[in-house]
């Protein structure tokens, strides 16, 4: 038995206990998943609103279910064999009955000298013999069939390849001389995870590997074991990325296989752990030690997956301190519950960079453990998702498109499908609107799905208590930091150490020693230069600044008085870094950066566009950059660590700084595994001194509802949902579904004038007031049984998450659209997808029109049009922001929000049959504006973090399809391209293969789904 956890002893029961408690395998869904013949390909595109698909790579894949990243001659051969097997299926299953397991494996080892002659395939495994499988595993189970038989019938073609190299692995194995004197029964000795030795040996585990060399009666003594383990193996193998697969990891495969249906097993049969690895396969805790360095557990992880509570899939929130580990736990109860409970999980992030990034780390995963990861961000994303039939979903989604699936799930009746829901950064749920849509999520699968475990995690939480009463949560938390994190504050010269026990919450730490001329004193008064030159370039340092303006300002000052050695430190990468930036930038790079980045130092914040924001991260997480002045986007942001984080005044634009800011901001310092210390330094100014001792010793802001605040994006459009997706259809309904959200927990406190029914109602007659809802609201007590529905307008405008305080504007807009449609070039119809509320933010210097009396919001609008159209055309942010004199991150910006917000408006005109027209013409414009390149990078861009310059440099290197990406090899790819890590390679690989693997998943579903025999044709039973 492996090591139950990476290090952490379980408390669990003793091994020989939890051997016992294996429950023998019998065939499982998962284990057996059906390989069905390939249709042809054919057929329309995708479906609306979704990303191109990349139909090369497609056409191959489809045939081969399982097998999709293999080679293609040898799968046509296989293909081949199929085929001629079907024609002769009659003739061949009477003759396959005959063969026993011995001359099996010779059959075999003849098949691939006559190079996979069709004749001589025993058998394949049709959908409709699926049912049939588990029939024939009781039938082992009694000893009455013969086993031959059975595992003849069970096996799919696919597994002819796992037989060959299992009978390569144990002609090999026989020819070897140490193994003459072992055990018949003795497997490969190369597994390094366990002696498959002991599988055979022990009497109990007749459910584990087996090995092909042994003699029959070995064979036939484990016929049930070895036919589960073929059919799971062999699985495992289909899926294997190349045909090169190691016999070790063959045989890894068999036994993640065997642990995973062990796991589910046992699961299913009890709540205790009793799994190898928090009742997952070994293979995971192998998996975090290579992917991401992991080797033990700490303590508190350990107890937290531990507790009674979870056990009993209670909800939970979680919190601990910034770079506490939260993560890993919250990732091993997403792989129990796909892998083990076999439900899908959704997963929400607060950002689009953190969800790819996320996307980009749990692929490998996912194709190792055989899941699906989904990215629900910016325009990606289906609703409803397709639902799969073997393979579990992990949706990792944005805030804004997690609410969405839900909704849709709800609608398709599927709710119960989440197992699980996580929820990052919990406290989001006390920040303006995107806090008011998470509560809307929650509340919603609190009140439909009462067996989907919710999950919530952060560092800065303080009304704990309102949180667990709306989520009926259990709660954990530790103060545990795996690296100590000290805390100071910078007055005049002098540097506090922030001590919470003392009177004024500061001690005297030490005296800034930097000797600065007056020259240097009057341009660095804050003595910026002076800490970050403690500890660059060998360190890393952050600088938060209040301002963007700001962080230029602070990489230009303090790189104009770095001495001149700093520019030798990885000069050479530093000088790629430029010419990168060059190229991303067609030709130009923002002057600022050319000054300092020779010196290690950059800035970083929105006004950069999304390409040069990775290329920077990149160079920074790999140290050629040492100093980062950001702005406070960062702190929340992708996981950038740092010796050293100095907040540069306690300020975010005007604003004085918040606790939760302040805890994210210097949260960022000292991370485990990269840095063994952490320190933060705040630059208080005299006057701001009272102020920061009462932010330094202050508990964290509490979490409040926002569904009130945010009145059109909170309250309104919950209630307008819920009748929608018929939650809730009457006042008394409605009453009780807000009883259970953060609001009604916080109603006395945050509405005193009106009570929480007072309030629905307000909002529901303000829905039937803007032709939304239909019904008839009365006073107290009467007529609360009165349904209410939804108009199409309003189902429009839930569908399409277009915030009410739009929708009937919007409605009038594509109203006036249809009288007369310019459909010469794109301008109208990107007219109508300007967002609205970004008109709010630009100052076009139209002084003609202004000077006349118009609408400014419809002149802003247009002014947005002109530029996006420019995009559109040109497809070069950094020419049409200086063509408009707007930031190229605003333009990129504004990009994102156009393609969110045309697929919102294709969801809206899909609900109101007037607007039919729009749908096939927004389709096309939400793909234009979601990647606006050239249409031939596309395909490459889906792949989750590929942006358009490393699109450029793969498809110039002739990686030109997804296929191409799902199958390079990751050593090439460093080769080839330029500025490329090992790391960001094999994460591109693995994603553009998780990408490939669930396009080819949803081409499978929709053939099974067309192919379906209906059950209630006239004239039959
Ligand atoms: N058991 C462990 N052993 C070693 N490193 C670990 C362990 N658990 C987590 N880590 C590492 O610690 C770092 C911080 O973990 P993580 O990102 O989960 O922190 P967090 O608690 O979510 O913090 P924040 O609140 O700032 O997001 C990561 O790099 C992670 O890989
Ligand atoms: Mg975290």
Known sequence: MAEPSLGVRRKSRPSSERKRSRAPVQSSAANSPVAPKRPSSGGEGPPPAEPPCCNDSEEDMFGDYDSFCGNDSLLAQVDDIEHKYLQDKNMNVKAAREITVGNLQSGIHQKKQDNFSASEKPSVLKADEEAACQVHDRDLVDGSREPAESLLDDLPSSQLLYFEKMNELSS??????????????????????????????????????????????????????????????????????????????????????????????????????????????????????????????????????????????????????????????????????????????????????????????????????????????????????????????????????????????????????????????????????????????????????????????????????????????????????????????????????????????????????????????????????????????????????????????????????????????REKEKQDLVKNLKSIGNGSVCPVLKQTIPFGVAYHHSGLTNDERKSIEEAYSSGVLCLLACTATLAAGVNLPARRVILRAPYVANDFLKKNQYKQMIGRAGRAGIDDAGESILIVQEKDKHLVRDLVNSPLENCYSNLLLELTKGMQSLLLSLVGLKIAVTCDEVNNFMCGTLLGVQQQLLSKEKSLSELIKDGLENLIEKGLLKGRISEKGHNSECTLTITPLGKATYKGSIDLAYCNLLYRDLKKGLEGLILESNLHLLYLATPYDVTSSCSPDWMIYLRQNVDSAVVNRLYLTFVLYNLVKETNIWNVSEKFNMSRGYVQNLLNSAASFASCLLHFCEELEEFWVYKALLTELTKQLTYCVKTELIPLMEVAGVLEARAKQLYNAGYKTLAHLANANPETLIKMIEHLSRRQAKQIVSSAKMLLSEKAEALQEEVEELLKVPTDIPGTH
């Open 172 to 569: 090999a194995f026989r020819m070897s001389p140490d193994s003459k004197g072992r055990s018949e029964c003795v497997n490969s000795s190369s597994d390094k995870i366990r002696s498959p030795l002991s599988y055979c040996a022990d009497a109990e585990h007749r459910n584990r590997p087996m090995d092909f060399s042994s003699d029959t009666k070995c064979v036939l003594l484990k016929t049930e074991s070895l036919k589960d383990h073929l059919k799971s193996a062999m699985t495992g193998n289909a899926k294997a990325q190349t045909l090169q697969v190691s016999k070790t990891k063959q045989l890894k495969e068999a036994i993640l296989s065997e642990e995973i249906f062990v796991a589910r097993k046992a699961i299913e049969s009890s709540s205790v752990d009793i799994g190898p690895f928090y009742g997952l396969p070994s293979k995971v805790k192998d998996l975090f030690r290579q992917l991401r360095g992991i080797e033990t557990l700490y303590e508190w992880q350990h107890d937290c997956l531990m507790l009674e509570s979870l056990q009993q899939r209670k909800n939970l929130i979680y919190s601990l301190p910034t770079s506490g580990g939260k993560t890993l736990v919250a990732e091993i109860m997403i792989l129990q519950e796909l892998l083990c409970r076999q439900k899908d999980v959704l997963m929400i992030l607060p950002y689009v960079a953190i969800v790819q990034e996320k996307i980009r780390g749990l692929s490998s995963f996912g194709i190792e453990l055989g899941f699906l990861v989904e990215e629900y961000a910016g325009s990606k994303g289906r609703f409803p998702p397709i639902k799969r039939r073997v393979k579990k979903s992990l949706y990792i989604a944005t805030i804004e498109k997690g609410h969405a699936l839900v909704n849709s799930l709800i609608e398709t009746e599927r709710i119960s499908d989440l197992g699980l829901v996580v929820v990052d950064e919990l406290h989001m749920l006390g920040e303006g609107s995107r806090g008011a849509i998470l509560e809307i999520t929650l509340a919603k699968i609190l009140y439909t799905s009462k067996n989907t475990q919710i999950v919530g995690m952060s560092a800065t939480l303080n009304n704990v208590g309102d949180l667990q009463k709306f989520l009926r949560a259990e709660y954990y938390t530790n103060n545990f930091r795996p690296v100590e994190l000290k805390e100071y504050v910078k007055i005049r010269d002098t540097i506090y150490a922030v001590d919470s026990k003392t009177e004024n919450g500061f001690t005297f730490s030490r005296l800034l020693n930097f000797k600065y001329s007056s020259y240097l004193e009057k341009a660095d008064p804050d003595h910026i230069i002076a800490l970050v030159t403690e500890v660059i370039p060998n360190y890393s340092c952050l600088i938060f600044c209040p301002t963007k303006k700001n962080c230029e300002n602070v990489a230009s000052m303090v790189c104009k008085y770095l001495k001149k050695e700093f520019r030798a430190h």
